[in-house]
């Protein structure tokens, strides 16, 4: 089982040379009935170590999609995936589900906070089964909560939050893990747009701060704004990368 400190450990572990991200020609086709909906067609990306990368595009157009397949809810039907240099497609189930545990945080569009839980316990959750030390995990998520501005609000229910404040708790809930990478989708979407781009800009500033690399999916500009690369999404493609320069491809 992984305690806290192994997890900084396997943070620090990776090589700094090795992207976080690198998808090669992948697709998602969903069969329904005599259709096919091509939902991923040929997407190649790679996301360096520190980057925010946001995908940006309308309704459909592919984002949850490939955010999924990065973080393995859902298997591409053709092409690779590598996440922290390792093929994903070699990887059973289970050990898909540890490397996603070690490795990745997720920030969904509508917070996902366990309702009869307190904020610090969301926070705690992803490792509350785990045989970590109860009064470090407890610094640790109350640290976290400090970062997002949200320690004042510690024992509420999310209830009695309000969305921008559920956000930032689920924002200290997806690092509790110390993984290398948070994927967001549409973490702004249920804000108001003031509240998205402080949202944001907090996650982009966490993230920088400690070494975390960020795929986000948006289509609010602002959320774009605020990242290092921004891929253009369309009918399930990637059709333009503005920003760092796209690493050259192998
Ligand atoms: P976005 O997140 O950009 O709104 P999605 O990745 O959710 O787009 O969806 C891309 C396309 O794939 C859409 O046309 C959607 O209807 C389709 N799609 C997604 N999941 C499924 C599924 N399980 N079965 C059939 N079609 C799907
Ligand atoms: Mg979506």
Same mark, same amino acid.
């Given at each position: 089982m992984t305690s806290l400190t192994e997890a900084a450990q396997n943070g620090a572990a990776a090589s700094p040379a090795e992207p976080v991200v690198r998808a090669e020609h992948v697709w998602k086709l969903h069969k329904l009935g005599d259709e096919v909906v091509k939902a991923l067609v040929d997407a190649t990306l790679t996301v360096q170590p520190g980057e925010f990368a946001c995908l940006m595009g309308p309704s459909g157009s592919g984002k949850s999609t490939l955010l999924n397949i990065i973080g393995g809810l859902d298997r591409p039907t053709k092409g690779t995936v590598f996440i922290d240099g390792r093929d994903t497609a070699a990887l059973s189930e289970s050990q898909f589900a540890a490397l996603r545990h070690d490795t990745v945080g997720f920030i969904f569009q509508s917070y996902n906070l366990i309702p009869f839980l307190s904020a610090v316990e969301n926070v705690e959750l992803p490792l509350m089964f785990e045989p970590v030390d109860r009064t470090a995990l407890r610094r640790r998520a109350m640290d976290l909560l400090e970062l997002v501005g949200m320690s004042h609000r510690a024992s509420h229910q999310p209830a009695k939050l309000s969305g921008g404040e559920q956000q930032r708790t689920a924002i200290a809930r997806s690092l509790i893990g110390q993984p290398r990478l948070v994927l967001a989708d549409e973490?702004?979407?249920?804000?108001?747009?003031?509240?998205?781009?402080?949202?944001?800009?907090?996650?982009?500033?966490?993230?920088?701060?400690?070494? =975390?690399? =960020? =795929?986000?999916?948006?289509h609010d500009p602002l959320v774009?704004?605020?990242?290092?690369? =921004?891929?253009?999404?369309?009918?399930?493609?990637?059709?333009?990368?503005?920003g760092q320069p796209h690493p050259p491809e192998a």
């Amino acid at each position: 089982m992984t305690s806290l400190t192994e997890a900084a450990q396997n943070g620090a572990a990776a090589s700094p040379a090795e992207p976080v991200v690198r998808a090669e020609h992948v697709w998602k086709l969903h069969k329904l009935g005599d259709e096919v909906v091509k939902a991923l067609v040929d997407a190649t990306l790679t996301v360096q170590p520190g980057e925010f990368a946001c995908l940006m595009g309308p309704s459909g157009s592919g984002k949850s999609t490939l955010l999924n397949i990065i973080g393995g809810l859902d298997r591409p039907t053709k092409g690779t995936v590598f996440i922290d240099g390792r093929d994903t497609a070699a990887l059973s189930e289970s050990q898909f589900a540890a490397l996603r545990h070690d490795t990745v945080g997720f920030i969904f569009q509508s917070y996902n906070l366990i309702p009869f839980l307190s904020a610090v316990e969301n926070v705690e959750l992803p490792l509350m089964f785990e045989p970590v030390d109860r009064t470090a995990l407890r610094r640790r998520a109350m640290d976290l909560l400090e970062l997002v501005g949200m320690s004042h609000r510690a024992s509420h229910q999310p209830a009695k939050l309000s969305g921008g404040e559920q956000q930032r708790t689920a924002i200290a809930r997806s690092l509790i893990g110390q993984p290398r990478l948070v994927l967001a989708d549409e973490p702004t979407a249920n804000l108001d747009q003031r509240t998205g781009a402080v949202v944001v800009r907090l996650l982009r500033d966490l993230c920088s701060r400690m070494g =975390v690399t =960020v =795929v986000a999916s948006t289509h609010d500009p602002l959320v774009a704004e605020e990242a290092s690369r =921004v891929l253009r999404m369309q009918d399930g493609r990637i059709v333009s990368t503005t920003g760092q320069p796209h690493p050259p491809e192998a």
